[in-house]
């Protein structure tokens, strides 16, 4: 059951907006304040040895250098969920895939944005030549984690970035399924893997 909507806008930041959003619920009228966002992806490329790539950039919004999978906002009119996917590998990581698989969506925080995210698995890595699209991506190193990790580098906390954490899991599980298990035969690599980010 959705409920019908009037957003009034109180600032537009471009690629987001903040509104006063009113609707009708159990015939009460609810207020809330809203960020509105124009949705993203998130890519978690997966070498055949059971890397994942991922680049650690500076988040000014956290005053952090943050450990992240590949992501950016489907800002392109028109654009596939699945183009803004390779768009956004290429640029960041400097990898083009041969196979991208979408493994599920999120909202990142419904309490107050309907931003929504959609995950890909990306297989069959090849180099590409990276082109950063801000001063924070130029900054970036190129890294990589090994996925069997996943659970102990975020219980040690050195992992933090909710998006890469849900990506990183969903992708560990599927890739050991039957249908994950599938999804991999015959794919290869054609990159030499960046560096380990964290301790082996």
């Known amino acids: 059951m ?9 600032f537009d930041a471009g690629f987001i ?12 009228l ?5 960020v509105t966002h124009l949705g993203a992806v998130v890519v978690v490329p997966v ?3 059971g890397h994942a790539i991922l680049i650690r950039q500076f988040r000014l919004a956290a005053n952090a250098w943050v450990t992240e999978l590949p992501a950016g906002k489907r800002d392109v009119d028109g654009e596939p969920a699945k183009e803004t996917a390779r768009r956004e590998l290429a640029e960041e990581c400097g990898v083009a895939a041969s196979k991208l698989i979408r493994l599920c969506h999120f909202l990142n ?37 090994r996925l069997d990790r996943v659970y102990e580098l975020v219980a040690s906390g050195a992992l933090i970035d909710g998006k890469s954490i849900i990506g990183l899991t969903i992708a560990r599980d599927f890739l050991a ?3 994950g298990v599938a999804a991999a035969k ?4 054609s990159l030499v893997e960046p560096p380990l980010a964290l301790p082996r």
């Open 186 to 189: 015959g794919v290869s690599d």
């Open 17 to 28: 907006k903040m509104v006063e959003r009113t609707a009708s619920l159990d015939d009460q």
């Open 2 to 10: 959705t409920a019908e909507l009037n957003d009034r806008l109180l």
């Open 109 to 145: 925080s419904p309490g107050f944005t309907d931003e929504s995210t959609e995950i890909f698995l990306a297989l069959g890595l090849t180099s590409v030549p990276r082109s950063p699209q801000s001063p924070e991506e130029a900054a970036a190193d190129v890294v990589s984690v």
């Open 47 to 49: 070498t055949t040895s």
């Open 177 to 179: 399924t039957p249908n």
């Open 30 to 34: 609810i207020t809330r304040t809203v």
